[in-house]
Every structure is written in structure tokens, then in C-alpha cells.
């Protein structure tokens, strides 16, 4: 039968979601190793690819259960009891054979949380600290980024997807505690855009660059803007079916 699997993991622990050559250490490896020591040998999937130091709050997987592991609840907290602290499993729920994590989805939400506050060592890999933020600017600027675009202005080089147009729903930019959080909810991602979106608003916070910088930039006109933020701010929120 087939699983649905939501899990939450520490990103600054691993080196990407990704599966990779044996030795390396990755939440896709980490897991596919509990599960062998259970018995299950299958390959899992994941509703997407987070890059080293990037958290989850609600990652979601599917994968293969051998018929003989017929009691899920005690299988999410064998799988906690060798998974903690870094991961943890928060739900465990039997699906459709149809099921895929990743082409099922239909919006992902992510934020990137940032503090002007002293930096805390304690907290150096969870938070991106910068001096000061405007508010209203932000506030301002992030709705440009809502709607259809081609986004190849906003990924790395490298990245490899064929295709860069992705749809951005919903956008909002809050204070929670002290805490700065950009929320974007978009049907996909090209690698390392957020980290890029983050980075150019924080450019107009700061007066470098301007809202019609990054209208331009958006129309692919011009790129006005190298730099991305650090993983550390960023959290995989929720993924929606």
C-alpha cells in the first residue's frame, strides 16, 4: 500500500532533501536508510527538493509500505524514535495507489524569516539577520511578484529547469515576534528564486534598487540583481492537494 508521509526536518543538518551517492548526508538518505533497518526497502518522493540548510516545517513524501507493516501509528514512531532530532514525522496516512507527492500538489508555501535584532549564535541557522527593514517598501514591492511570469531572471544559472514561467497566487510580508516573514504561495519554484525574490526586496528596503527595478527585471527586460539570501532563513511551509 501506498503512504503519504508529512515531516518536518532541520535543514542546517543535512545537506539538501535530494537523494544523493551513498555517505553523504541528506534527508531522502537518512530516511530511506531508517526505513531499510524496518524492512521497508523503497525509494521514497518528496513533493520537492529543498537545497542544503533549507528547513520544512510540513515536507511531504509517499513511498511503498510492505504489506506485514500494517500498523502505521507504530511505524511513525519507530521511524521518530531513529529520526529525532533532526527529522520528525508528524502524520502518517494510507492514500490512493494514484498518489504522487510532487504532480499531485497543486500550490506550495514557503517563508523566509528575517531579524534586525542582534544576531543570537543560537539562532544563526534558522534566522537571516540584516540591520534594518522598511516596512512599507517591502509591503509594497512583494505584491509585484504575484501573477504569471517568467521567473529566469530570478533562478541560478545553473538551475536546469526548461520551463520558467510559474504562477505566484499569494504574497505577504509580517512582522511575528520580532520576526520579518515573506510568505509566497506559487504552483513551483525554480531553484533558489525565493532566496533571489528575498534578496531584491531587500535591495528596495534599503534603497539600492527600486520597485520599477524590479518590474523590469520581472518583464526580463533587465537583471538589476545577482545576489540571493542565505538557506538559513528559509522554511518549506506547507504543500497544498
Not at 520528525?88 to 535584532?117: C, G, P, Q, W
Not at 534566522?127 to 509585484?144: C, G, N, S, T
Not at 537583471?223 to 506547507?238: D, Q, T
Amino acid at each position: 500500500m501506498r503512504v503519504k508521509v508529512v515531516l518536518s526536518y532541520d535543514g542546517s543538518k543535512f545537506s539538501g532533501f535530494q537523494r544523493q551517492n551513498s555517505g553523504v548526508k541528506t534527508v531522502a538518505n537518512r530516511i530511506e536508510e531508517i526505513l531499510k533497518s524496518l524492512g521497508i526497502f523503497t525509494k521514497i518522493r518528496a513533493s520537492g527538493r529543498t537545497d542544503s540548510g533549507v528547513h520544512a516545517l510540513n515536507q511531504v513524501i509517499d513511498f511503498n509500505l510492505p504489506s506485514f507493516w500494517k500498523d502505521i501509528i507504530k511505524l511513525k514512531k519507530v521511524i521518530n524514535y531513529n529520526a529525532l532530532p533532526d527529522i520528525f514525522i508528524k502524520d502518517i496516512r494510507v492514500v490512493d495507489e494514484n498518489f504522487h507527492s510532487r504532480y499531485s500538489a497543486k500550490k506550495r508555501v514557503y517563508r523566509y524569516m528575517v531579524s534586525t535584532l542582534n544576531p543570537n549564535v543560537f539562532m544563526t541557522d534558522y534566522l537571516f539577520y540584516v540591520k534594518k527593514i522598511d516596512e512599507e517598501a517591502i509591503k509594497e514591492a512583494i505584491k509585484e511578484f504575484e501573477g504569471e511570469y517568467d521567473f529566469s531572471l530570478f533562478k541560478k544559472s545553473k538551475g536546469g529547469e526548461k520551463n520558467s514561467i510559474r504562477k505566484i497566487y499569494k504574497t505577504r510580508f509580517y512582522k511575528h515576534k520580532g520576526t520579518y516573514v515573506f510568505t509566497f504561495e506559487a504552483d513551483g519554484y525554480l531553484r533558489s528564486q525565493i532566496r533571489m525574490m528575498v534578496y531584491f526586496l531587500l535591495e528596495i528596503s534599503s534603497k539600492k534598487l527600486t520597485i520599477d527595478d524590479l518590474k523590469e527585471q520581472l518583464r526580463c527586460e533587465k537583471k538589476h540583481s545577482f545576489g540571493l539570501v542565505l538557506p538559513c532563513g528559509l522554511y518549506l511551509s506547507s504543500i497544498k492537494y
